[in-house]
């Protein structure tokens, strides 16, 4: 993420060497747009009502409620018992303001964030909530924690606790100005609470947090059910105002999405997104849709869609040659899938940051090219004399033209057809394993494996449960998997995480591909603390373009909208916001929830 500018009273200025800026809040675009005395934010209903219960679903299966490391699977729900120091505003890019801390003061050399702590602010046992567990948090993430906390924290050199209010992060040089956004993204935790307990195992325990919610009942792997804090610490902060207002959250874990579609029906699941287009298009016309009870949604949003793709891992030899990854895509019948499976629903990406200006375009001018003129020797040379560009078929499903590419490219890295087997120099067949979790994948892996199956290719698609998904990926257990790799308005550290050498090794990581190319090494850092807007366009541009001809995922597609279904007892604000649908600014309508009831029982 790139420059940031504060706003102090009503002006925004960078810190300077007259001295440090003391702010309510921090934008990496600009100003921001709310000034200190702001009452809440705009999207919201301020005095939206709380009350009443909502029961979520969830897909698998949890047996800890510490969210922050690799061992164990983590509740979905746990990491909303913490506060943070700042919250983000769901109508802007990249905007955060004071939450657990009231100022955020930046140095005036550049080289640190202090953050002074609201003295209202307490744990859900009383306990004040005090620099010095902000500093035990931090250094306790960086040094058990899981692996991108580590890479987020790598420009930080210190947390110093000044006062029992204050606490000052140190920087190891200016260049990552992402810096105190990340640190203001920080949960706090209660270090009195962790004390004689291993932080890096697995939590059975519920612990204590300072959020709006508290883990209620349970049932390990099962059922997990958050209860409101009703005298919570922040509930008048403008951070907090209209958010939050369910009295109970309760999620159900369900084995698969089919399970949990029918319990929704049924109306044990009060609300849900759907991912599935042809489940959005077929699997809502039951009664409860039919009487008005239950209602579908499609509403538009204004993010980045970022990449989903079948992500191939080159640390296994087979997917090590750049050719055969880009023949595994020009086996890949998009219209086909598209027309037959998604209801012509999507869109197909091209780009790691599409929907977005931070996508690469054309072909390589500018600064684009003269950072990429530095690897030109080690990249294709199509990089810089071609836009790229997938193959676009008929639809038809006679992909004759994409195949014969894929072979042709399969046969440069010395694979060859026998028996209508395709083989490698010592007759050792081309087979891979594509993993997924969801049984709702395999209508699309399925015509896959069928078209890779015509050159030669056996491609044994297995559905796992997600305890054993999510493990095989820590340890980067598989060959091929679905993938999605979100973005954002303004990249920053997660590059390294996702794309850099460094990030290859580490369990638990997310380099799931294994990149590893010195062009990506060098770029990453140019995004990451890049001085202005300009200079991240290009450096953005030029990182798209290369991950994009290593072929490292195959595209697949993606949505410019959120597609939500709901049973009609909920009240929402009536001002659109930035993600489409932000759930925690809902309530219950008691008078739409007791009609629904009356109906239902009435048998009507």
Not at 197 to 224: A, M, T
Not at 264 to 275: H, L, S, V
Not at 429 to 439: A, G, Q, V
Request: aromatic letters at 12%.
């Amino acid at each position: 993420m790139y420059y940031f500018v504060v706003l102090m009273g009503l002006m925004g200025f960078l810190p300077t060497a007259d001295g440090p800026v003391r702010t309510h809040g921090i934008s990496l675009l600009g100003a921001p747009a709310l000034p200190a005395d702001f009452a809440y934010f705009p999207w919201v209903n301020p005095n939206a009502p709380k009350g009443g219960e909502v029961a979520l679903s969830a897909i698998g299966t949890f047996d800890s409620f510490n969210p922050f490391i690799v061992r164990g699977r983590p509740a979905a729900a746990s990491v909303r018992i913490y506060d943070t120091l700042m919250v983000r505003n769901a109508d802007e890019a990249e905007t955060e303001y004071g939450h657990l801390a009231s100022v955020i003061e930046l140095a005036a050399d550049r080289l640190g964030v202090s953050f002074e702590l609201r003295p209202e602010a307490r744990f859900h046992d009383g306990t004040p909530v005090t620099a010095e567990d902000v500093a035990w948090t931090f250094n306790t993430l960086r040094s058990k924690g899981r692996p991108n906390y580590r890479q987020y924290y790598a420009d930080v050199t210190e947390a110093v606790v000044e006062s029992p209010r204050r606490v000052t992060f140190r920087f190891r040089s200016t260049a990552n100005r992402e810096l105190p956004m990340i640190l203001g993204e920080l949960p706090v935790l209660p270090k009195h609470w962790w004390e004689g307990r291993e932080f890096d195992h697995p939590l059975s325990d519920p612990p204590v947090g300072s959020g709006p919610y508290r883990i209620g009942k349970f049932e390990l792997g099962r059922s997990i059910t958050l209860e409101r804090v009703p005298d919570w610490w922040a509930r008048d902060l403008p951070t907090a105002r209209g958010l939050d207002n369910f009295d109970r959250i309760r999620t159900e874990y369900f084995r698969d999405s089919t399970v949990a579609m029918e319990a929704f029906k049924a109306g044990q699941i009060d609300y849900r997104t759907e991912n599935v287009a042809k489940e959005w298009a077929n699997a809502y016309d039951f009664p409860a849709v039919q009487k008005g009870w239950v209602r579908k949604e499609e509403i538009r949003h204004r993010l980045p869609t970022g990449m989903q793709g079948w992500a191939m891992n080159t640390r296994r030899p087979l997917f090590a040659d750049r050719r055969v990854r880009q023949a595994m895509a020009m086996a890949f019948d998009f219209e086909w899938a598209n027309a037959n499976l998604f209801y012509g629903a999507y869109t197909r990406t091209e780009s790691y940051f599409s929907n977005s200006e931070l996508a690469a375009t054309g072909v390589p001018a500018g600064d684009e090219l003269a950072l990429l003129n530095r690897w030109r020797d080690k990249l294709p040379p199509e990089l810089f004399t071609a836009p790229f560009k997938l193959p676009v078929t008929d639809g038809s499903g006679n992909n004759r033209d994409g195949l014969r590419r894929a072979l042709a490219l399969l046969r440069e890295a010395g694979w060859e057809v026998k028996d209508r087997k395709l083989v490698d120099a010592q007759g050792k067949p081309f087979s891979f394993e594509i993993l997924l979790d969801e049984p709702s994948f395999e209508r699309v892996a399925l015509p896959y494996r069928q078209w890779l199956l015509r050159l030669g290719i056996d491609a044994n698609v297995r559905t796992v449960d997600s305890a054993q998904y999510q493990r095989r990926l820590d340890t980067y257990d598989f060959d091929m998997v679905m993938t999605v790799i979100p973005e954002s308005e303004s990249p920053g550290n997660e590059q390294t995480g996702n794309w850099t050498c460094g990030a290859v090794g580490l369990e638990g990581g997310d380099n799931l591909m294994g990149v590893c190319d010195p062009a990506i090494d060098a770029l990453v850092p140019l995004v990451v603390n890049a001085p202005d807007h300009a200079q991240l366009l290009a450096a953005t541009h030029a990182l798209d373009r290369v991950l994009l001809a290593g072929w490292y995922v195959v595209p697949n597609w993606h949505l410019q909208s959120v597609r939500i279904a709901f049973w009609d007892r909920f009240g929402r604000p009536d001002k659109p916001v930035r993600p489409g649908v932000v759930f925690e600014s809902w309530w219950i309508d008691p008078q739409k929830s007791a009609a629904i009831e009356a109906d239902r029982r009435s048998g009507n």
